[in-house]
Antibody, heavy 118, light 112 residues
Framework: EVQLVESGGGLVQPGGSLRLSCAVS????????MTWIRQAPGKGLEWVAQ????????DYMDSVKGRFTATRDNAKNSLFLQMDSMRGDDTAVYYC???????????WGQGAPVTVSS | DVVLTQTPLSLSVTPGQPASISCKSTESLLHSAGGTVLHWYRQKPGQSPQLLIY???SRFSGVPDRFSGSGSGTHFTLNISRVEADDTGVYYC?????????FGPGTKVEIK
């Protein structure tokens, strides 16, 4: 069974930065797209970003373009989300998820809570 | 962006009774290769979301056959034939055809 474990969440001031990590077990990590999805308090799910298996191609939601960067280290089965110039509306639980095919997220992490507040 | 609309937004169901959730898309989710990229997820209280149904009607591993999905183009439905207490949670449809990927607003299912 694949396991995804996020870390790095916490409290950050507006304008600050935070880096989330997602450790993925299993030997298929390097073959699959990986995704970040977030959920603001009391709200629904919001797709944030994705990264290709080789890490060359990335896609982002409009509101995080230029501020968030998704990367991965296939040698360490790890996914990262660098979040800069953070704003209050970035406050959310951030999930990493494995994309088997066209948004079929078959495995999710437990979520990393992020709070942007002064 | 593709907008997904779910109805109803909340549902209270007696155990053993059926339940149905509708998901409508602002554009067709038919992929050029022939599949339709509409998935269903459930989020139980305090838990991460989990995949239930992918590509309209395929049940994910371990999902009971009480759950079924149907639809085509822009209209989709998730059916639960006989609701059980463990089915409580928020159900989301999601489209994987266009960027950005988008989710419906969610349907909260409560068991009476």
């Amino acid at each position: 069974e694949v396991q995804l474990v996020e870390s790095g969440g916490g409290l950050v001031q507006p304008g600050g930065s935070l880096r989330l990590s997602c450790a993925v077990s299993g030997d298929t990590f390097r073959d699959l797209w990986m995704t970040w999805i977030r959920q603001a308090p009391g709200k629904g799910l919001e797709w944030v970003a994705q990264i290709s298996p080789g890490g060359i191609s990335t896609d982002y939601m409009d509101s995080v373009k230029g501020r968030f960067t998704a990367t991965r280290d296939n040698a360490k089965n790890s996914l990262f989300l660098q979040m800069d110039s953070m704003r209050g509306d970035d406050t959310a639980v951030y999930y990493c998820a494995r994309d088997v095919s066209w948004g079929r997220y078959d495995s999710w992490g437990q979520g990393a809570p992020v709070t942007v507040s002064s | 962006d593709v907008v997904l609309t779910q109805t109803p937004l909340s549902l209270s169901v007696t155990p053993g009774q059926p339940a149905s959730i509708s998901c409508k898309s602002t554009e067709s989710l038919l992929h050029s290769a022939g599949g339709t990229v509409l998935h269903w997820y459930r989020q139980k209280p305090g838990q991460s979301p989990q995949l239930l149904i992918y590509e309209v009607s395929s049940r994910f591993s371990g999902v009971p056959d009480r759950f079924s999905g149907s639809g085509s183009g822009t209209h989709f439905t998730l059916n639960i034939s006989r609701v059980e207490a463990d089915d409580t949670g928020v159900y989301y449809c999601m489209q994987g055809l266009r960027m950005p990927r988008t989710f419906g607003p969610g349907t909260k299912v409560e068991i009476k």
